[in-house]
């Protein structure tokens, strides 16, 4: 059964930091699989916060997660992770890893969520004072 499971969330004040992971099971050849890292809060639509592909530096994010937020992979551990730097209110969601396996010559990772088909169960980020 394929599966991601994330953690690292949680309670955090304005200028902290957390790291969120996401670990993949019952996949084969997780080096071709782009990770992307979405998040949602109540009433609006899940949005990008930043994806990786496939090989080096192949990373986008999103304006709000630039220069912030720093997206990257083990493969050897199965396992992606979003290191969320100076942390604002409005990071306040949540955050939902996701993979689809790349398929071809393609080695960049989609920024819309219905380009991914293996989604995690979701983590709350809190961002509070």
């Not at 969330?9 to 890292?37: E, K």
């Not at 530096?57 to 992770?81: C, H, I, W």
């Not at 955050?95 to 960049?108: D, I, N, P, Q």
Request: hydrophobic fraction near 30%; include cysteine.
């Amino acid at each position: 059964q394929v599966q991601l499971v994330q953690s690292g969330g949680g309670l955090v004040q304005p200028g902290g930091s957390l790291r969120l992971s996401c670990v993949a099971s019952g996949i084969d050849g997780f080096d071709n699989y782009a990770i992307g890292w979405f998040r949602q809060v109540p009433g609006k639509d899940r949005e990008l916060a930043s994806c990786i592909g496939k090989g080096f530096g192949r990373t986008t994010y999103s304006p709000s997660a630039k220069g912030r937020f720093t997206v990257s992979r083990e493969d050897f551990r199965k396992t992606a992770y979003l290191q969320m730097n100076d942390l604002k209110p409005e990071d306040t969601a949540i955050y939902y890893c996701a993979a689809v396996e790349l398929r071809g010559m393609t080695k960049y990772c989609a920024t819309y969520v219905s380009g991914y088909d293996i989604w995690g169960q979701g983590t709350q980020v809190t961002v509070s004072s």
